[in-house]
């Protein structure tokens, strides 16, 4: 269990980073500004295509991607600090072409799809030319218990058809985003609850789909979006199918554990931001006579936070470095206590660093605001904290009725 | 200390919740709708105004004042129950002339402004056909310790001359709000830092006076919005000066009770139109074959909210009575004590409301994630959570020491 | 909903006090002292008759029991704040024969008993004479839901047969506890679940019952105790029925809400004096050249102890005037809500306070410990926190279905 | 940042923890009886000395002890791991050699001490013949800041001559603790606080050395003991000193690194049983129709409580290694988090089971009760959490203005 950086891993950090300072940090304004004048919250901004570019120039591409072929060929414990330093910007993921969710499906194309569907949509994925969505999520049933889903996708003949809603398609709300993985009823009498259902490929501009609205988060409109999608009648081949019949769960498991990982890392770099910007704060202001950094309160918050990030960033550490070399399986248990920690994190140090600048912080003038704002989906985003609870305790009793058998 | 609803406040307190259900929650959407194609985050309403005819020709008008003469003539107690209504509704406030800053800064004239600023100023304030700031928080220094404060307000010969820069002057980035309190250093080396500063009226069109910006919210525009203010070389008479020389403190005081009794209940209120939707929520969903009424975690969400929230309000109540039988001096504690609680269950409860929601909660379908960031907001308006809890330390070490001594 | 001490309480107040000052915190050490010598931790000691006889001719002398012909006919509502008096010092409450089980155990009698067994038992124990147990808890079951309890109870001709374990009966460690309610299966197989349990009277010298052993609370082994009772084919006359058979579930009921807020006031009591002590020795003591009492993290212990205190008072005060006027199961939620609070208020309290003390907190060199320790048993004693904020919110989601299908 | 336990690692482990389970858990009640039938609560029961010979035997002996020569030369990494085992119980470390404070002392006398001290007190401490006390802490003063320390320790030709007070000798209540290494003023007017104090060894029997009485800990006595001590111009001679004069605190300092890992080590262990505990009791009992183990509340408690443990763990692990690979000063920050961190983590778990045991729970019927007591003293011992989390905060806020001034 060596958690210590490489070479190679120091030396993508250390790139990275300068990255980030050279032509992320300074070109947040312009992020905004290009979007802002555009009139258009999902325009996508000419800044984002020239960084992209400089980034692959530079071999920050794909880094996310285990896979040698098609990507950096880094473990997830690797990859785990670049996730970490992507995560002081928001939107930053994507000029390393390392986004949710176009990493999940760019890694369940490599693995469940066919030569055609790799080269049709994985490589332009691979190469940063078009953005893919992720539709599981419905509106109106508990979706974190996944089998409570009930779009449907029927077989008639040689075609799939299609009827339904889903909502929170992340990137879904940009026009670039040009293929759907979905997952509906294709069997909903199955006894085994497990096997009901499948994926299936939608291109964006099929009849019958309507890119109905993108969906806020906590105030914020994000340029990539989510959105509510309406299924009507949409009719695509069976082979548009990805993975067998019924086998979305699995497909949707095998999916899971490098992505929270990431959504993890990226946490924690969020919350390092934060402490940084909280400390930073603290020597610069004072009240009643002496500097926020010598009252105790906010003492108090500065090394409860950095305890809460060092913790979080070891158990992270842990559950990829299991994931690694164990496996997913028996990363399990691992992988639900960082789901529930590290947005935690996340929003406990945001929310101190707000309190620390007092107005400032919960105004446009300091990233914090939105900060927290994204902490807070993260909560809810890949099944809510209570679910993986859940889980997690039910595991942990299993396991020791287990020894308790042997 | 009787905390039991009279006759008269049970029968406001209908005629409030029947107005609230007859005709602000219906029109809630209308009031975004109007803003939204107005393509101004600060357009006022036609709805509003339709509103506000409505209420005023009902009674439910000026309730907050506890002047006879001017207002309804309740007393904090009495108010209270109808701050709690007014609460589960943002924007609902100024429906019945009821809504901060105004409120303080109508308390202030009435108590103490000239006849000829009462005629000017008060009266449309008491008829609600303008609105007023209070522009005391700064950008660049720690407003919570108000010594801070770096405004200046220079004397010459009959005029004051306002340079520097204000902001969170709440009210102030709609057009209608026509007048500015202002507070700023008149004597800045006086040795007794509390007689340093005075208040000057500062009319909106005055020259040199610009409205800078506004302020969002956790990533909300409000529609009547916090505003930055740059003050160069703005010039009034000597006798826009409200109250005595340096006497800014002493008025900011008086205008704090009634107004924290005031935000506390209007958070209460937001607070249990959450409990309400949680429950409403978690009896039509289920997961993992149960209701989510019927989890345990979601049943200890309920109860540990509906704890919360019946504490503070009786808290809320007690400082109340205090500050109207004994006096504010007498209720100085109780009041630190509600701008703890108040802005606490505000978010607590609002923030398990949202994760009985799921990814609904975070979106604009529901008003939970505005409810949240307003809730928010109120760990920091007139004073951070830090500030009141340090005050009251101080006051209770000083009571056991006086204690003590006797 | 008045809350203000009338004069009849002022005066209570005043002279219970008074005794305590007195009387009982100088004898705290001669208690301790007396128990010790005797070598015997449930040694009844001398003062604690001296105490009681004082205290009975001052007129401080049954004050729990709202009867006015037995007791001083006080509200629940009245007698709150003498309780919270008396919980400064643990044990205080029986010199004013104000002690649990006791008080709940002489309520039912006088509610339930018939002439004789209110001569025998109900007397005494109103004289302070004999104690009384409550022996309703079992080993080897969650009592929590009491539908566990498996002690049998057979009827044989004239006579009950008792067979079971009972545990955690308070006060039977002592010889002078004479007399025992026991809860038992009289119908096991009665479908309604909350019909099949009768209490019936078994004096402590009845062959077949023995007291087995005591047990100690986190710790500490209390004077009085809290015994194990062993019975083996116990037989007691039909005549020994309190109440109706299989009524059990119907007295228990009865007994608890007045029992809940003397607890809890107690508990409360016992936090206003763990939070004047920690103000005392903040203000005694420096560490890096300030008094604790200036250290930022001091002062939010004292602050955060004082808002929670207060919250939980006032909590109480409803739920005892909710029972006094609209009912006992008006008032359930209260109950249940205070059940749950003061405890921790309790415990959060003296837990700050050691902390303030350091290693002398720890020790037996201040109450603190003890008062801890009890305050633990305090989150388990008549059901613990989980089981009253399961029913608290069960209700709530009850309460709001009738409101919705009305 | 290897955290994986290598093979010898891991045979001391399996060793460990099946002497544990063969020796030392099954004679957890011949432990306390043995002791309790002496009739003196600090008498050394005959089944320590048999187990410290089994131990000793199979080389399961001052495994702490990094320095190859006298112990087992394991790193700190390796050490921790086998520390969590010895938490399982609360006083199975001295059965190893293993336990505080002769483990710091013993470190200290083989790094500071003269040929003559190691021959004396080392050797026979390495035997486990005789036990030492660490003198430090003082009562009347906040000993948490040590400049407060009061103890004057007077040269007088060639010898010492002490006066004072100390208290929470650790180890001292038992008669075979011969040696007591007591901190004193030596140089009061040195205007470099940290140079006034010096640490000289006085044997137990040293006329005008009273050992005065134990200090209970949260109600329990523990066999070893808490003592104070009294000196009434105690005098030993110059060699006696202990390092050189003045250097009290660096000596104090080398001792603390180890010495909290150990702890902290021990109170995961003794968390990790209590979660092996609650887990076990939420299988085995069922309350409103569910086992224990299936509601939401029971399922949170055990999962937080993995969580807890598993970071604490892991953060514990990398505050080792970094002491052991780059040195004690750059492992400060990570050993102050720990330090923070582990207590928690013991009385939380272990709080957490308590009450998933109910009654059972805070009696003498598992070891919760005094489990909890030992968590609390850990908040406390070397130093209150508020001291660790304040020097921690301020070491950030050093670091970050060192890096900005880079």
């Not at 269990?1 to 993508?12: A, C, G, P, T």
């Not at 994507?94 to 569907?117: R, S």
């Not at 989510?226 to 086998?247: C, I, K, Q, T």
């Not at 996340?346 to 003038?365: F, K, L, M, P, W």
Request: aromatic letters at 8%.
């Amino acid at each position: 269990m060596d958690f210590e950086y490489s070479d190679k891993v120091n030396e993508l950090r250390r790139k990275l980073q300068a990255f980030m300072d050279a032509y992320v940090i300074p070109n947040r304004e312009t992020f905004e500004q290009q979007i802002a004048e555009s009139g258009d919250p999902h325009f996508y901004p000419p800044i984002l295509e020239e960084l992209k570019a400089k980034a692959r120039a530079e071999g920050l591409w794909n880094l996310f991607l285990p896979d040698d072929e098609y990507g950096a060929g880094l473990t997830n414990l690797e990859y785990a600090p670049l996730a970490e330093i992507m995560g002081r910007v928001e939107w930053s993921s994507e000029i390393f072409n390392c986004n949710a969710p176009d990493t999940g499906n760019m890694e369940i194309f490599a693995q469940f799809g066919t030569e055609e569907q790799k080269k049709q949509w994985l490589e332009p994925l691979l190469e940063g030319k078009i953005r893919s969505g992720y539709a599981m999520t419905e509106p109106g049933v508990s979706s974190s218990d996944p089998i409570n889903l009930q779009f449907t996708i029927k077989r008639e003949g040689d075609e799939y058809v299609l009827n339904g809603r889903k909502w929170w398609t992340t990137g879904a709300s940009r026009e670039r985003c040009q293929i759907f993985i979905v997952m509906g009823l294709t069997n909903p009498d199955n006894p085994i609850k497990h096997q009901r259902h499948t994926m299936v490929l939608v291109p964006r501009n099929t009849p019958g789909l309507t890119v109905l609205r993108n969906l806020s988060v906590m105030g914020y409109t994000h340029n990539d979006g989510h959105a509510e999608l309406v299924f009507e009648n949409v009719r695509v081949p069976v082979s548009n199918r990805l993975g067998d019949e019924n086998a979305a769960f699995a497909i949707s498991q095998a999916r899971l554990g490098p992505g929270r990982i990431h959504h993890c890392m990226r946490s924690i770099g969020a919350a390092s931001f934060a402490l940084e910007l909280m400390i930073k704060r603290a020597t610069e202001r004072s009240t009643y006579g002496s500097r926020l950094a010598e009252h105790g309160v906010i003492q108090n918050y500065i090394a409860e936070s950095a305890i809460e990030i060092e913790q979080a960033r070891l158990l992270t550490f842990k559950a990829a470095w299991t994931m690694d070399t164990i496996g997913k399986k028996a990363a399990m248990n691992q992988i639900a206590m960082i789901k529930v920690v590290a947005p935690r994190v996340h929003t406990n140090v945001v929310n101190r660093a707000i309190q620390v600048y007092g107005g400032e912080g919960i105004s446009q003038d300091t990233p914090l605001a939105h900060m927290w704002a994204t902490g807070r989906m993260m909560h809810l985003v890949d099944g809510p904290d209570e679910v993986h609870i859940r889980a997690l305790a039910r595991s942990l009793i299993k396991q020791a009725s287990l020894a308790k058998a042997e």
